[in-house]
């Protein structure tokens, strides 16, 4: 995805949610400490990374591999140090994908103090691990690999709240 926000250090904030009825399946937050953390299969304890501010338009790719647990984050083209996370876990199918928002309860109500003010654009998913090459690929906005998962260019959203869709070119 990129993203960018001046809402770092202030608060929590939800970037990127994908829940099932019974659980939070995958969760990227901005914590108000300002580290970012993924979060997997409802667990409370979340890999974390520090990262600059989002402040600008930024270029931001998680990786995860289930069968390592290698975890790690790429910020315009450049990777964290690996950290270890969630080996053997499986994200499982059948969600709903919210950006900018949690779900706290399966209800038609958010909590406005978590939620996202800044610009999103670009998410994109795959069920693998994409090279340091695929990455810094699309950080040069080379979509190197058609994602399989989320597909930023043909998926439909459902907007809410204050959502403003701008037409940029770049």
């Known amino acids: 995805m990129r993203v960018s926000t001046e809402l770092q250090g202030k608060r929590e904030v939800i970037l990127f949610a994908y829940h099932r009825v019974d659980v939070d399946e995958l969760n990227v937050w901005i914590e108000k400490d300002g580290t970012i953390s993924l979060y997997l299969g409802g667990s409370s304890k979340g ?4 990262l600059p501010p989002l402040n600008l338009l930024t270029h931001l790719c998680f990786t995860w591999s289930s ?3 290698l975890t790690a984050a790429w910020m315009n083209g450049q990777r964290t140090i690996y ?6 876990h499986t ?4 969600g709903t994908v919210m950006l900018g928002q949690d779900y706290d309860k399966v209800s038609d109500k958010f909590d406005a ?5 800044g610009e999103i654009t670009d998410v994109n998913l795959w069920d693998e691990v994409l090279t340091a090459k695929e990455i810094k690929g699309l950080y040069s906005h080379n979509t190197v690999k058609v994602p399989n998962v989320i597909d930023w260019r043909t998926a439909e959203f459902d907007k809410y709240g204050t959502v403003k869709v701008i037409q940029e070119d770049v």
């Open 91 to 94: 994200i499982r199918p059948g």
């Open 83 to 88: 950290q270890r996370y969630r080996k053997g």
């Open 113 to 117: 103090e978590q939620s996202f003010v």
């Open 67 to 69: 069968s390592t647990g």
């Open 47 to 50: 890999v974390r990374f520090n």
